[in-house]
């Protein structure tokens, strides 16, 4: 039985408003060309920063520090959200899958079992991203997986993959699939009958989220379930290379296998198994749904096969979906958002679409939905669709800085929470002109929210989930960029392992609140405690430790 009544803090009021500003792809990195934050005007987080030690610190946020398997694990925005929100450290799924895979628990659990029934008369798919990025899949994952199945009795494997070419480097899918081809070739010679039979960029097919354009799932489903793309190819390898002529890795279009009577060689049919091998939820849970659900309406599925499906993990514990899965999740309860509104914190959240359940459902710990419909409000602002946004790098900053604003002002919440999603949605396409315009506009979007938080004399709260814009390249081990064979600056789409900022102010914030200096490791876990004192709470004994003391004059 959890008791949800927090402590009063000894010292810190309650009943002030606080803003919390999550800036995306926003970590700290020295100052060159190549760190699009300094480039970028970026006024009043320059003046944050003013504020060190005291009210400006760095804090980590990748690596073990936000549950992922090692310290060369960059950071991301689940993992980062998860620890924000839920002020401790769970061993993230990333993590969980290797300790699976490798003590075999994996094929003893009920999902494997359950997928396992289809192996006699049934093809099993795999469906998911092909990168070593360690953010929503890892390749020696499905290496393993695909042995592992193999072994455990599936006799036809079908391999559906996403290009990246967004948490690594453009172009590095052609090696992948080549590793994969490898692999499938070694288990034809064991006698599994194992092929590719589909591919695409993940930013064109299959891993849209939070619902902001289902056609990129369509165009995915017809090519992974009806076995029908623009393009046919006879060897992925080839596929890749030759759609790369007009589109990178985050963008192939689609395209299927075929045999030699041009014959799609996987689509999915009754009776087969299916699998998404990503842990990561975000972008995985539109195609779940379409894979799982009955009744489903978000596009024409044409056909709806009758197959056992599980995800690598459940991807929503509140829809329980997909209802069966290989791994557990890791069991984020308890989050500081579900303490903080039994404590009857009146709480807002708000982002646009490509962002919003960054600040609601994986800082909720992976759950959708309100915890108190009447003392929550998330709002979500609609993302530009079907257009990169390096063409519109602004995005909706200017949008949620008003309703961030109109939220203060209108003292109807304690707590007001955004993500700016400008530094890494722009950051990721790895254009860097862009990438300095939009850090522009997330910080113009920062200071109307600390405006009206000075109005209303709040305090407010502002930090990162992980590093993006603040790096742009490649670098040798001395920190110089670097540049491929044709003398071209090799290009950094993904996030960083830098630390971020978190700075603290406002005029509810009293001067003798301040940082402590006896947390020097302190990372995004400890912001959860920090919060809940800022509104005059003292946090659950289990929460990493408050990064805020309280000085006697
Ligand atoms: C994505 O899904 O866009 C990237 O793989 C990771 O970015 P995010 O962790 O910032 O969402
Ligand atoms: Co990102």
């Known amino acids: 039985q959890v008791s949800w009544k927090l402590e009063d803090h000894p010292k810190l009021p309650k009943g002030k408003t606080i803003a919390v500003v999550v800036l995306d792809g926003w970590g700290e990195n020295k100052p060159d060309d190549y760190n699009c934050i300094h480039v970028a005007q970026t006024a009043t987080m320059d003046s944050l920063k003013q504020g060190a030690p005291e009210k400006w610190r760095l804090i980590r946020a990748h690596g073990t520090a936000v549950g992922l398997p090692t310290e060369e694990d960059m950071g991301n925005s689940e993992v980062g959200h998860n620890a924000l929100g839920a002020g401790r450290i769970f061993a993230q799924g990333a993590k969980l899958v290797d300790l699976a895979l490798a003590s075999g628990k994996i094929y003893e659990g009920e999902g494997f079992n359950y997928i396992s029934e289809s ?39 079908r391999v559906h993959f996403l290009t990246d070419g967004r948490d690594v480097s453009d172009g590095s899918s052609v090696g992948f699939v080549e590793t994969i081809e490898n692999d499938l070739a070694n288990l034809r010679e064991k006698g599994v009958d194992a092929r590719i ?34 393009h ?21 279009p689609p ?73 557990s999740p890791p069991e984020i309860d308890r989050t500081s958002g579900e303490y903080l509104v039994y404590n009857g914190i009146r709480t807002f959240a708000c982002s646009e679409t490509v962002k919003f359940g960054h600040v609601t459902f994986f800082w909720n710990g992976n759950r959708s939905g309100y915890f108190n419909p009447e003392l ?46 400008n530094g890494d949605m722009v950051g990721h396409t790895g254009d860097i002109q862009a990438t300095t315009v939009a850090c522009k506009a997330a910080d113009e979007a920062v200071k109307m929210i600390l405006d009206a938080i000075e109005q209303v004399g709040g305090i407010y709260v502002v930090t990162a989930d992980h590093g993006n814009a603040e790096d742009m390249v490649k670098r040798d081990k ?68 408050t990064l805020i003391q309280v000085v006697d004059n």
């Open 478 to 545: 001395c920190g110089q960029p670097l540049y491929d064979k044709n003398g071209q600056l090799q290009i950094l789409t993904s996030h960083t392992c830098h630390p971020v900022p978190i700075a603290i102010g406002g005029p509810g914030l009293g001067p003798d609140v301040r940082f402590r200096n006896d947390v020097p490791d302190g990372g995004l876990a400890n912001v959860a405690a920090t919060i809940m004192n800022l509104h005059g709470f003292v946090a659950p004994n289990d929460y990493e430790p």
């Open 255 to 327: 395209f299927v296998i075929v045999d030699e009577h041009n014959k799609a060689v996987g689509p999915i049919v009754d009776g087969d198994a299916v699998v998404t091998f990503n842990f990561r939820a975000d972008r995985m849970v539109m195609l779940a749904k379409a894979l799982e659900y009955q009744d489903f309406d978000k596009f024409d599925r044409v056909r709806f096969p009758k197959i056992r499906y599980a995800g690598m993990l459940q991807y929503d514990g509140e829809l329980k979906l997909p209802s069966h899965y290989l791994v």
């Open 119 to 157: 192996f006699e008369k049934g093809t099993l798919h795999l469906i998911g991203l092909l990168s070593d990025g360690g953010v929503h899949s890892r390749l020696d994952q499905l290496q393993l997986l695909l042995k592992g199945a193999s072994e455990h009795g599936a006799k036809r494997i």
């Open 197 to 230: 039979a589909s591919g695409g960029g993940r930013m064109y097919v299959t891993m849209d989220r939070y619902e902001n354009d289902w056609g990129v799932v369509k165009r995915g489903w017809d090519a992974q379930v009806l076995g029908e793309a623009p």
């Open 376 to 421: 929550e409000k998330y709002v979500e602002i609609p993302s530009d669709i079907g257009i990169s946004f390096n063409l519109q790098p602004k995005m909706k900053a200017l949008e949620i800085g008003e309703r961030a604003r109109d939220a203060i002002l209108s003292h109807k919440f304690d707590q007001v929470r955004v993500n700016i999603a």
């Open 232 to 252: 046919k190819f006879t060897n992925a390898v080839e596929a890749v290379k030759k759609l790369r002529e007009n589109a990178n890795d985050q963008y192939l």
